[in-house]
């Protein structure tokens, strides 16, 4: 079996710590012969890229003063392997995460209605920002990452 991964991409605002790892959002934009995003009619950026795929990275701790160094819409390569982890998600947690706000059901425990769930992410080998010959043109928008449900 081989489970290696490279990807490039820009850091989003998204950081977290679990488990004593600490986590980053890469929004990564595909190549220019690969199929495009496709975007609800009219939420289109023109130009060169359209929306990005975005990917969470695990940061062992001989990485974090690396990871730590690392601002917002810098572009970086990312070397690491694919991890899955499952977890069990209340309805409660999913809404919570999702920004809806929770309702209150007499009829229903939000906390017992559960589903079982998987998260993948690139554990990192190695980082390495990428030089860029002039300021990347990432949207705001790009940054914020507000896919919905992401680890």
Do not use: C
Request: hydrophobic share 40%; glycine share 6%; no cysteine.
């Amino acid at each position: 079996m081989l489970n290696l991964a490279s990807v490039e991409g820009f850091i989003t605002r998204r950081r977290w710590r679990r488990n004593g790892y600490h986590f980053f959002r890469l929004a990564v934009f595909r190549d220019q012969d690969r199929p495009r995003k496709h975007l609800p009619e009219g939420e289109g950026r023109p130009g060169r890229w359209d929306q990005p795929d975005y990917i969470s990275v695990k940061v062992p701790p001989e990485l974090t003063a690396v990871a730590l160094s690392l601002r917002p819409g810098q572009r970086v390569r990312v070397f690491g392997w694919i991890e899955t982890e499952d977890y069990m998600e209340s309805l409660r947690q999913f809404l919570r995460r999702a920004g809806v706000a929770v309702p209150a059901l007499a009829d229903l425990d939000l906390d017992n209605v559960a589903v079982s769930r998987a998260a993948t992410w690139i554990v990192a080998d190695r980082i390495v920002p990428v030089p860029l010959n002039r300021p990347a043109d990432v949207s705001q928008e790009v940054l914020e990452d507000r896919t919905a449900g992401a680890p």
